[in-house]
């Protein structure tokens, strides 16, 4: 079932186009990434699934009804620029926070407790912000998303900023939302970052949807036939004798092991490239190369700009 | 509803714990009872430089007329050559007077060095033009008594008529006062407080914090929230100085009281008794106008100017603050909001320069008008309210005031909306005239 559906959204600014005509469908209890670069809309698009612009045209489908003001509190959202009040307490402040959204002045304190035991910054509750590392601020952040349990979180660029320790604590506690069946929406331009993450993915770019699916689909659509093979042997001696059915792409090379990258032309299969590399030596390793997210973005963007 | 509340809450707590609230609340007012107290106290540094004056009197008449006084010390020349005297007098003396046979109009001359100062000029004309005085009426035959009984000291008491015919006592004075005091405050509320709710709004937009409210929050609860919240601040800002200033006013009071009586029995031990009398009179005619100021007080129509006085307060405020928060939503940072200011302090400030017409006349055309634009007529319309105003204007201005700042919030609030969102770039009133027709 979908837990959000985007319907032909339209949304222009005083002076340009910020979403043209989008569909999307995101999974419910899935991990979904809104990738693409910046400036594509991205932002535009989360802003009117929290309900903080109106679309031109076209409408929002939340939960299986049409998005409403009430909705806000089912949403926990995560913003690309973010910041707290400076001079006010570090507690005070969640506390303030997680009223807004509609928690109890009780049991806001009580999960804020929980929570920063967990995050390790208890002892900051009474130090005001100002005082508090950039790393630290993002963790009080982070803890205010989610702090009201919405069925539906959101988090734009959730990584920027954070050292690897963080970003590692910071995904774990995501998927662990996942498994709790929260609906989680990355948004971010560094694809990289949230690939292994994401099970659904969109590309946007320039205001427009160019690609949307499950990453394994897509993936599987957009490999090209490559193969990492790990060699020992006479390397040369199958280069050399290689047919138009192989085209050797990279090659690195340590005392006798070669490492190349074998794309597969003219519908051969591995078997063939394996037995007629036998002759050789000795296969160490194979594998099929996998496009990451960043180079399928690439290229449709490329495809698209060719028809153009 | 709730959530207004909270923002209320928090923009009020935070403000009214920093220190510099608590500072001005104790400092306010006393900065205003020095700005009362330091006129009275440096007229009260005397001048303790003698000025030595020299005069060349060929009537002959004034020897008893300028007599040595304060710190004026007169000499008469006698027999010395004028001309002589010009060139001399500056060695031992401020200034030559020089008065000919017959004084008249223009003919009396003061030579000195430098410019002769204001207090000295008076003082002798005054002198000079008595002493003529008495001695035109005394050739007509007039009689030093008569002479004495037509300087009356008159002090005209202003009655009103009220529509059932009794009477008032009232006082033009104290009603220009009490219209000034409470149109400058709301003048300066206006002024310190909205700028505070533009403070406010340019801070969490900087911040980003805005980013994280606006998921939470509708941004018309946020922009009335703080504003709400910092006219909560202004009120308990003025609530505490007028129990500071009460406190401060009878703690004077006694002081002042103990010290004026103590000085009353001093006079009585070191004075003969008919100076006694004379400052007796003085007192009884200093104590005589305090009642008369109280009476006045009294009577004028204080429900009236109470309840006009908080509305116009609070009205002013809410048409201010909320295009004050539309300004903070549209910029950046405070150095980019002098372009968008200015229309807003423009009519302020002059709502303050036109006070002296409108205290002359109460009732004229520019009173009438500045007193119902609503970007006026706060601080205006409160300058009038003492003298008493026609209810048909009163409902005209107060109606006028509301729909403006219903239409001002409304504008503000759309112009906010756009402005929190967007970053890094400066707008045109160009811009923000888009941003009001955008449906958004």
């Known amino acids: 079932m979908n837990f959000i559906e985007i319907k032909n959204v339209n949304k222009a600014f005083v002076n340009h186009q910020a979403l043209s005509d989008i569909n999307l469908e995101i999974p419910e209890g899935k991990i979904f990434g809104l990738l693409g670069p910046n400036g594509a809309g991205k932002t535009t698009l989360i802003r009117i699934i929290n309900n903080i612009t109106l679309p031109d045209s076209g409408h929002v489908i939340f939960n ?20 707290l009040y400076k001079k006010m307490k570090t507690g005070e402040q969640a506390m303030y926070f997680a009223q807004l959204k509609g928690l109890s002045k009780n049991d806001a304190y009580k999960k804020l407790k929980y929570w920063f035991q967990k995050f390790e910054i208890e002892t900051w509750w009474n130090k005001k912000v100002e005082e508090l590392s950039k790393g630290m601020q993002q963790k009080v952040q982070f803890i205010v998303t989610i702090l009201h349990e919405p069925k539906l979180l959101i988090f734009d660029e959730p990584f920027s900023g954070f050292d690897p320790i963080n970003v590692n604590l910071l995904k774990n506690e995501i998927l662990s939302l996942k498994e709790k069946g929260h609906t989680i929406i990355f ?67 340590n005392n006798g092991n070669t490492i190349c990258r074998v794309k597969l032309l003219n519908n051969t299969s591995t078997n063939q490239l394996l037995s007629s590399m036998l002759q050789y030596g000795q296969i160490i390793g194979l594998n099929e190369v996998m496009p990451s997210i960043n180079d399928i973005f690439i290229k449709v963007v490329e495809d698209i700009n060719k028809k153009v | 509803m709730n959530k207004i509340l909270l923002i209320i809450k928090r923009e009020y707590l935070t403000r009214v714990r920093k220190k510099i609230f608590i500072i001005m609340s104790i400092l306010g007012p006393v900065l205003m009872a020095s ?66 046979e017959n004084p ?14 204001m207090n000295t000029k008076m003082y002798i004309s005054s002198k000079i033009e008595a002493k003529i005085r008495t001695d035109k009426l005394k050739e007509l035959g007039i009689e030093e008594e008569i002479v004495n009984s037509v300087n009356p000291d008159i002090h005209i008491q202003t009655i009103k008529i009220k529509s059932d015919g009794s009477e008032e006592l009232s006082s033009t004075e104290v009603a220009i006062a009490i219209g000034f ?124 100017i109470i309840f006009s006085f908080v509305f116009y307060f609070i009205g002013g405020y809410l048409l201010y603050a909320s295009l004050f928060a539309g300004i903070g939503g549209a910029v950046d940072n405070e150095a980019d909001t002098q372009q968008f200011m200015l229309p807003l302090t423009v009519p302020l400030i002059l709502s303050m320069m036109v006070a002296q017409v409108i205290i002359q006349d ?69 811009d923000l005239w888009l941003w009001l027709r955008f449906k958004g």
């Open chain 1, 64 to 83: 299986g009804h049409p998005l409403q003001s009430s909705h806000i509190q089912h949403i926990g959202y995560l913003p690309e620029e973010r910041g």
């Open chain 1, 187 to 253: 948004s971010t331009h560094n694809m990289a970052s949230v690939e292994e993450l994401c099970d659904n993915i969109a590309l946007i770019n320039k205001s427009k949807k160019v690609l949307d699916g499950n990453v394994q689909e897509i993936k599987e659509k957009y490999k090209s036939n490559e193969f990492e093979i790990h060699f020992k042997g006479n390397f040369d001696k199958f280069s050399a004798s290689i047919t138009t059915e192989y085209e050797i792409k990279e090659l690195s090379k």
């Open chain 2, 362 to 430: 109460p009732e004229g055309p520019v009173a009438f008008w500045f007193s119902v634009i609503p970007f006026t007529s706060p601080v205006v319309m409160m300058l009038r309210v003492p003298f008493g105003v026609p209810a048909w204007e009163l409902a005209l201005s107060m109606g006028a005031l509301i729909v403006t700042f219903i239409a001002s919030t409304w504008m503000a609030g759309k112009i906010y909306r756009i402005g929190i969102l967007v970053y890094g770039k400066k707008f045109s009133y160009k």
């Open chain 2, 181 to 304: 005091i409470s149109g400058l405050l709301i003048y300066m509320f206006i002024f310190m407080y909205g700028a505070m709710v533009m403070r406010g709004v340019i801070e969490e937009k900087t911040n980003r914090v805005v980013e994280i409210l606006i998921s939470s929050v509708k941004p018309f609860q946020l922009m009335m929230g703080k504003i709400i919240g910092i006219a909560l601040v202004a009120l308990t800002q003025f609530f505490l100085w007028i129990v500071l200033g009460i406190a401060i006013v009878s703690v004077a009071q006694s002081v002042m009281g103990n010290s004026f009586s103590e000085s009353q029995q001093l006079t009585e031990q070191m004075m003969p008794n008919n100076q006694i009398s004379d400052e007796m009179q003085s007192i009884d005619n200093k104590s005589q106008m305090i009642n008369e100021i109280f009476t006045s007080l009294s009577n004028l129509p204080i429900g009236m």
């Open chain 2, 104 to 117: 008249e109009k223009d003919n009396v001359e003061i030579f000195s060095e430098g410019q002769p100062d």
């Open chain 2, 35 to 100: 700005l009362f107290f330091i006129p009275v106290l440096l007229s009260g540094i005397k001048d303790d430089n003698i000025k030595n004056i020299i005069v060349k009197d060929e009537s002959g008449k004034f020897t008893e007329s300028l007599k040595n006084e304060k710190n004026l010390n007169f000499t008469f020349a006698e027999n010395t050559d004028l001309q002589e005297l010009k060139k001399t007098f500056s060695n031992n003396f401020y200034a030559l007077l020089v008065i000919p």
